[in-house]
């Protein structure tokens, strides 16, 4: 499977942003989809996911309430809806997806297939 991170950019504090994470070579059938990101100087964290099959959707608590994860089934495709964006949001973010179990979720070496990455950028 492929994955293809899209949508990042630069935008102001307060806005919404969309990002996509389209899969190819495969489907993303009963694996976990997870978006990640990564700022400057700072470890990889989990922002959320679900499982693609259906259940209950994760976040990390600094995005609760903000940021929403949801799918296109027919486009194959995750998105990452940001509302409300902070400067402290700014990073690359990631598209993952495997098969963690849901205690290691949070945990990026829990995850086979890597988008590249799309860069989102917050100003105040």
């Known amino acids: 499977v492929q994955l293809q991170a899209s949508g990042g950019g630069l935008v102001q504090a307060g806005d919404s942003l969309r990002l996509s994470c389209a899969a190819s070579?495969?489907?993303?059938?009963?694996?976990?989809v997870a978006w990640f990101r990564q700022a400057p100087g700072k470890e990889r964290e989990f922002v959320g996911g679900?499982?693609?099959?259906?259940?209950?959707?994760y976040y990390a608590d600094s995005v609760k309430g903000r940021f929403v994860i949801s799918k296109d089934r027919a486009k194959n495709t995750v998105y990452l809806e940001m509302n409300g964006l902070k400067p402290e949001d700014t990073a690359v973010y990631y598209c993952?997806?495997?098969?963690?179990?849901?205690?290691?979720?949070?945990?990026?070496?829990?995850?086979?297939?890597w988008g590249q990455g799309t860069l989102v950028t917050v100003f105040s």
């Open positions: 993952a997806t495997g098969r963690p179990i849901i205690s290691a979720i949070r945990g990026s070496t829990a995850y086979y297939y």
């Open positions: 070579g495969g489907t993303f059938g009963t694996y976990f």
């Open positions: 679900f499982r693609w099959s259906g259940g209950t959707t």
